[in-house]
């Protein structure tokens, strides 16, 4: 993203990706976490976000992961620490940036889900096989 909206250019030789993409693996990222936590990402309060600037957006969606980070951090390294409000409320900042994306650069945040997922179980449809 920062390709299309920051000053950074990729490398030639650096894959490029459409934002959508992007953003549906980061949703598919955030489902690998909340699943086996029990945490519905859809039945989380998402907070309404204003702000329209696409590199705020980057901004704010960098510090919101960055956050979160340091909680799946906490979490594994304190095990009384209590991280499921504080990943919750993290989790749905993170999904109010990423609406908030969708809805200026005209895509479905489910779609791009989707297309990760089709992404993830192609590229692992032989992973985990026993090669002859």
């Known amino acids: 993203m920062n390709d299309q ?4 250019k990729k490398r030639p030789e650096e894959l490029k ?13 955030l489902c690998c976490f909340a699943n086996p936590r029990t ?19 980057m901004v704010r969606l960098s510090k919101a992961s960055g956050d979160f980070a340091d909680t799946v951090y906490i979490m594994h390294k304190e095990p009384t ?3 499921r409000p504080v990943a919750e ?21 489910r779609e791009a889900f989707v297309k990760a997922h089709e992404k993830v179980k192609q590229r692992d449809r032989d992973r985990y096989t026993e090669k002859k």
């Open 5 to 8: 909206f920051g000053k950074k």
């Open 17 to 29: 990706q459409d934002t959508e993409s992007e953003l549906g693996d980061l949703i598919w990222t």
């Open 39 to 57: 945490i519905e990402l859809d039945a989380l309060p998402i907070p309404h976000q204003e702000e329209t600037d696409p590199m705020l957006l």
């Open 81 to 83: 620490f209590e991280w």
């Open 89 to 109: 409320e993290q989790l749905a900042g993170i999904i109010a940036v990423i609406y908030k994306f969708a809805e200026i650069l005209d895509f479905d945040v």
